[in-house]
């Protein structure tokens, strides 16, 4: 996607890590776009169906891929979701994983009032950085960055460190 003046970044992880709160911020700061997969799921009606075990809607993906696909190809975006292996690989040029400790992230979860079922596939799901090892394998590991965020410490210092890598992306790619 050569011609682009802005990245496109990925942010994903666990639920309850931070993904929405820190695209947000990010876009505010810098002029990007944020594309919360979620909304863009609900807006265009981008399910297959409902899972009842787990209490939720099922992601028609290549929908969703469609959809986005012109904003990614202009570039400028933050993308916030916590799967990574149904995007095109070629879309980013940077993705960062949020990892949270499980007590903090327990508890997170419960405010949002998952259910038992839910809550235990999700702890377990980063104690066993299912959602690294997926962006490991879907993009060249050398643009996939593993960033803590179990405090608004962490939140703060992950929000500079991509801003600067954005000011250097800028200036390595548009003289």
Same mark, same amino acid.
């Given at each position: ?30 002029? $990007? =776009?944020?594309?919360?997969?979620? #909304?863009? *799921?609900?807006?265009?009606?981008c399910y297959? @169906? &409902? ?14 891929v469609t ?30 994983? $949020? =990892?949270?400790?499980?007590?903090? #992230?327990? *508890? ?6 998952? @259910? &038992? ?59």
């Amino acid at each position: 996607m050569a011609g682009r003046t802005s990245p496109n970044i990925l942010i994903t992880g666990t639920p309850g890590t931070g993904k929405t709160d820190l695209s947000a911020k990010l876009a505010l700061a810098t002029g $990007l =776009r944020h594309i919360n997969v979620g #909304l863009v *799921a609900e807006e265009f009606s981008c399910y297959e @169906g &409902e899972d009842e075990e787990f209490e939720c809607k099922v992601l028609d993906e290549d929908k969703v891929v469609t959809c986005m696909t012109a904003d990614m190809e202009r570039g400028g975006n933050v993308v916030d979701y916590h799967g990574s292996d149904f995007f095109e690989e070629e879309w980013f040029d940077i993705v960062f994983c $949020l =990892r949270t400790d499980t007590a903090v #992230l327990a *508890a997170r979860l419960e405010e949002r009032k998952y @259910g &038992e079922l839910k809550l235990k596939n999700n702890l377990e799901s980063e104690i066993f950085a299912v959602l690294l090892e997926e962006a490991r394998d879907s993009y060249d590991p050398e643009i996939v960055h593993e960033l803590q965020s179990d405090s608004i410490a962490d939140q703060e210092a992950n929000l500079e460190r991509i801003q600067s890598w954005i000011k250097n992306w800028r200036a390595d790619n548009n003289g």
